[in-house]
């Protein structure tokens, strides 16, 4: 329920949070942004793990520990949804419905009718649902879209995307090891911040081919070949068991474009067509600098804040965060093994490797 | 018994692995899962590195080899252990502790489990440095004087003494997809320099495929005369280091210029001198001398760059010395392309030593016991591996 002070003195106090759950994402990214930024605090930390959600209050020096968000929420602005997959559509649903304004963490939900049930409950409670694909707050994100959209390259005639790295991630709990919680492997959890810039790019798909290496768990390794309905297509790649070029190169009628997509303040480059030089650098707004994921998480939080307060749509509604996942539903329905063609089983010796 | 008769022996067989998320026990895992339909349960410590783990039907169970209370919920119900796990992360003296006391309580957690085997992942170095000629598992075991072979020659002890049933591989220079030290870490050594080839690389590489070994290990979990013995575990020949380096600078491309070939003696004076400068020395000099001629002119005549060329007519063989005279007076220019691309890698002594040995490990004991039969020869390890590592971006 928004009662505080802060929702009638647009210029006054600052909109006050829950934080619920306390992980990796949250300790990482959320809480440094919420302690730097100006729009919004954190009232109240709230994990499963008491200790945890203690510890960490007394780090950003927030004031209350809890664990159950339902305690809390009548006495919060709004709340920063960062649990497992699993729980985010139950938890969001709940808060929503209460009118309480939500930031949920990506994936928005485990698939898209989950994201649905969200959609109608922050309609339902007349609250702002925002959802946190941050890599759009990017400058180069932005600056690509706008490149696309302008035609600047001209037609699209293909793109090649590779995200791939070895993760070094602090997990607080095993949720992302496990389908149950986690929903998918990489292409749930890296995959849908790639899809997404490339979905607010490009526009709409049409048609998907998708292979991943899942055996009867979760995908590490998975590729796809993906069409628009600008006739453009191209291959997708995404991996946490290699590290990939982490760019997406754009093949345009008039220039190729490649940008990185694992990085904040990532390089672009533009080849003209038939040109030798280059144009390497990066993007920036007038009087900008580069942008780090504390940057981009206050940018976030902020904006997240401002919709509130404004009472508009976010940057990231949760219609924009539901496109990604109908993607991933799609590939997951249509899913084929990815062939690996070294994990022969052994065989005599000089047999023959399928080629 | 060979491996087509085992099948069926791990079927629904709860199986716990430590390291699984590690190069060989997490192919390990692999096939124990996919080939055998064992029920396998995977102890580990760093979850960010279970991603190609969870890829199978597995259990995690969060912990690592020296927490007692982990180890005995990841053990429980357990019929049968491998243990692969070592220490890879702090000091030395860490990880030598983790590879004593870890083996410790892996074997404790067993023996309450009542678990009626444990396959305990050694080393070949175990038995020190070796000398010319057969190597089989009759030569005594000896220190080598650095904590991984020392710890792990103790965790051989430690499980052979704890009353329960183990068998003991001890496999050689292990490679293929995935792989470590003697794969991943080999061609990010000849990208960023040049391998020395102690006496033109004729010492003899005893490697082995990580399927081999992992058949091997699944031979040694079921065979009833693995128990309290210890086995050698290579493939069918040993290959020359100039044919495994040489074979890893192809993938790189431009094979003869990730190594250079020296003596004994060049090899060592080569990291007497290395030890002696500051790293890197060599590399930056050069690279100065490479910009243009009036900078080389005007440090030609300094201190560094006089040391530079006694250190190289001390240290380089003729030939050497011939190219960078010719680079010189080219500008920088390299006279061909193997010339003074990448810097040498400096080989500690006892590694000049290890490369120059012609140790032939035999495999005899685990053909005659275990019924072990390496399946891949060096060409199709190696093609499989060059796969693998073109899509893992290593190349």
Redesign the interface.
Known sequence: MVTSAAMNDPQGAKLRLAVVGCGAVATIHHLPAISVSETVEAAVLVDADLGRARALADRFGVPEAATDYRAVADRVDAAVVALPNSLHAPVSIDLLRRGVPVLVEKPMAMDGREADAMIAAAAEGKAVLAVGLDFRFFDSSLFVRNLLRDGLLGEIRGFDLRQ?VI?????AT?F???KETAGG??LADFGVHVLDLLLWWMGEWTEVDYRD????????DCEMTLGFRSGASGKVEIS??????NTCVFEGERATLEVGVWDPDPEITLRIADREVALAGRARRPGGEGLDFTDVFVRQIDDFAAAIREGREPFVPGSEGRRSLDLIDACYAGRRPLE????????????E?PS | MS?ENISGAFAGRRVLITGGTGFIGGRLAE?L???HGAEVRVLVRN??A???L?????T?V?GDVTDESALATAASGCDLVFHCAYGTKGSQKLRAWVNREGTRRVLEAARKARASRVVNLSTLMVYGQTADGDLDETAPRRRFGNHYSDSKLDAEKIAFASGVPVAVLQPTAVYG??GGVWTETVLRSLKAGRQILVDGGRGLGNAVYV??LV?AMLLAAVRDEAVGEAFLISG?EPVTWREMFGRFARMLGDGPARTVDMTADEALAFWRRSQGERPRAVGEALRILRQDRQVRERIQSTREVLWLRETASAVLPESWQEAIKARMASGGRPASRAALELPIHPLPPPMIGFFRAKTRVRIDKAKRLLGYR????FA?GM???E??AR???LL
Request: no cysteine.
């Open positions: 791939g993760p070094r991630w602090p997990f095993d992302l090891l496990k492997g990489v290496d899942a055996q009867g768990g979760l995908e590490s946490r068991t290699r590290n990939l070029r690996l063609p070294w994990s022969v089983l052994p065989a005599p010796a000089g047999r490797i | 491996l096939r899962v996919l080939e979850l960010a279970a991603s190609r969870v890829r199978f039907p597995v995690v969060r997809p995935y399927d081999d058949s069918e390496p399946a891949f020869d199709t093609d499989l591996t796969r693998w899509w893992a971006n």
